[in-house]
């Protein structure tokens, strides 16, 4: 007996297929930048299906917030370890 209820993923790529209009209407050089953002939620959809939400929106939604919050961690991380090197070499002089 078949699946009767469509995965995240099924879910997801019919919401990404609605979106396709924003997408066309967007300028061409954000278009790869909005295609790296469906990607993100592509990335995260073991994650949002198994949350179970009652919106499909709500996981590509998380999904990107956790894809932004982790590159901000990254980024603060480096800045850290730059800040940290710098203020070592001003003191060695």
């Known amino acids: 007996m078949g699946r009767t209820i469509p995965s995240w993923r099924m879910l997801l790529e019919d919401e990404l297929t609605r979106w396709k209009r924003f997408r066309d209407a967007l300028r061409i050089d954000e278009r790869p930048i909005f295609d790296d953002l469906m990607d993100e939620c592509r990335r995260h959809a073991s994650a ?46």
């Open 48 to 93: 949002a299906g198994a949350a179970v939400l009652p919106a499909k929106t709500e996981g590509m939604f998380l999904s990107l917030l956790l894809s932004h919050h982790k590159s901000l961690k990254e980024l603060r991380d480096k800045i850290e370890r730059i800040n940290r090197f710098l203020e070592e070499s001003n003191r060695s002089y």
